[in-house]
């Protein structure tokens, strides 16, 4: 991939060089109109269709176990222990006990996506199929007293672990309450994370789906600004907008077809 851009008033908010300006020439017809859309604006369009696709696309998520050391359980008292997961984390199908000890320098931990952690993302619990509509955006709700979990990816599970102890989920904190009796031991997840952005960019559908809704806000700005083109061009805004709704539809109804993996909410 090419050269990370930033967003000039979101300090981590990036994209790529080279997908932008693939979405560039998808909104120029090859440069065939003399128009240089906003780079802001493409970089927010950018990471709100991967906010989408998180939620509705089986290519934006990857199951993976995960361990949690013991000090990332928060006691509230004798009786009541919780997780705050991070936000990249947008489905967990079981909680584990292992005695078996993890060395955890010896894996990966997983950092979460920029846009995720430091926009105030949600997190993403799914019930049933992804396509079922039954899934639930949540807004997380964080405060300066959240001890948010760090995770560390298990390539192998070799590790002996129970059946899975009963927890709760708490939707505005993003926290995992247990429910079993817990004793101090590790903790080993099954979980559903995001991937990262750029792992989308070659992700035809999306660049459709981003290139669709970037021709509709700028059908928007079109109507809602004057813009002197270079000859006195006038660009038709309802050109863009059409263009914009067939891609748009077509990337959705693609979504649907394609989403149908079974990401079950926990007991």
């Known amino acids: 991939m090419g050269t990370n851009v930033k967003k000039d008033d979101f300090n981590d908010i990036t994209a790529d060089r080279l997908f932008i300006d693939k979405l560039i020439n998808g909104i120029t017809i090859g440069g ?30 990857t199951r993976c176990f995960v361990a949690v050391r013991n000090e990332n359980v928060e006691s509230v008292d004798s009786l009541n222990k919780h997780i705050t997961l991070p936000e990249f984390i947008v489905a967990v199908n079981r ?8 060395n955890f320098d010896a894996h990966n931990r997983l950092k979460p996506d920029l846009l995720l952690h430091n926009r105030g993302m949600f997190g993403q619990y799914i019930n049933g199929s992804m396509d079922s509509g039954a899934s639930t955006s949540i807004s997380v709700n964080r405060d300066r007293n959240d001890h948010i979990a760090a995770v560390y990816e298990l390539t192998t599970l070799d590790y002996m672990y129970d059946e899975g102890i009963s927890v709760s989920y ?15 031991q590790p903790l080993v997840l099954e979980v559903y994370r995001s991937v990262e952005i750029s792992t989308l ?44 709704e067939r891609l748009v539809e077509e990337a959705t109804r693609v979504l649907k077809e394609e989403t149908d993996s079974p990401i079950m909410l926990m007991p």
């Open 32 to 61: 065939a109109i003399p128009f240089q859309p906003p780079l802001d604006y493409l970089i927010m369009t950018i990471h709100e269709s991967y906010k989408k696709f998180v939620r509705y696309y089986d290519d934006a998520v």
């Open 95 to 102: 909680v584990h006990t292992t005695e078996s000890p993890i």
């Open 170 to 184: 708490n939707k505005l904190k993003h926290r995992l309450q247990l429910l079993s009796e817990y004793r101090g």
């Open 201 to 244: 960019y070659d992700d035809d559908i999306f660049f459709d789906y981003t290139l669709g809704k970037s021709l509709l806000g700028l059908a928007h700005m079109l109507d809602s600004f004057q813009f002197n083109m270079p000859g006195s061009v006038e660009i038709n805004r309802t050109s863009f907008e059409s263009r914009g």
